[in-house]
């Protein structure tokens, strides 16, 4: 039997918050603003940066996505 042409899984990556902030057209402060009300988990990459990991990343578009417009 053949194995997998790739059997090694692929490791998620941490974008770091600046990449992060401008994929996602938001500013820096909108995303301090999103981590202190919970919508936005971060990872510490280092004592003085941070990043946003692909599951989160992934979670927070969902969440955006489930938000209704007002009316």
């Known amino acids: 039997m053949r194995s997998p042409k790739n059997s090694i899984p692929r490791l998620k990556r941490v974008i770091p918050m ?36 692909e599951d989160d990343d992934a979670a927070y578009l969902e969440s955006c996505r489930q938000v209704e417009p007002a009316e």
């Not at 909108?30 to 003085?48: D, E, F, N, W």
């Open 18 to 53: 600046d990449e992060w902030c401008e994929a996602r057209g938001i500013s820096y402060y909108t995303a301090r603003r999103l981590r202190m009300v919970g919508r936005l988990k971060v990872t510490q990459m280092s004592p003085g940066r941070i990043g946003v990991h």
